[in-house]
Nanobody, 114 residues
Framework: QVQLVESGGGLVPAGGSLRLSCLAA????????MAWYRQAPGKQRELVAL???????NYGDSVKGRFTISRDNAKNTIYLQMNSLKPEDTNVYYC????????WGQGTQVTVSS
């Protein structure tokens, strides 16, 4: 079982940027894709972005043009570069496979102030 550890969250003003990292304790190349998800209190978890083994990417409509997902297979790490952040991006961000296979990590809190 692969353990996932997210980091890089924080408090930023609207319009700011953050780069999230997801370190996997184990190979992530065995799954078709890795993804970032987010969840606000009382809401369902939402798919933010995914990246396949072939480096094909896909994004949720609300983040297209602002977020970029990437991966470093040698480091077993997934990144999410978030630019032009908005208050509605405030969430806990998680990484996992797509479809979901692994146990969820702790996530990393992103808070965007208006």
């Amino acid at each position: 079982q692969v353990q996932l550890v997210e980091s890089g969250g924080g408090l930023v003003p609207a319009g700011g940027s953050l780069r999230l990292s997801c370190l996997a304790a184990g190979s992530i190349f065995s799954v078709p894709a890795m993804a970032w998800y987010r969840q606000a209190p009382g809401k369902q978890r939402e798919l933010v972005a995914l990246i396949t083994r072939e480096d094909t990417t896909n994004y949720g409509d609300s983040v297209k043009g602002r977020f970029t997902i990437s991966r470093d297979n040698a480091k077993n790490t997934i990144y999410l570069q978030m630019n032009s952040l908005k208050p509605e991006d405030t969430n806990v961000y998680y990484c996992n496979s797509y479809p979901i296979v692994y146990t969820w990590g702790q996530g990393t809190q992103v808070t965007v102030s208006s």
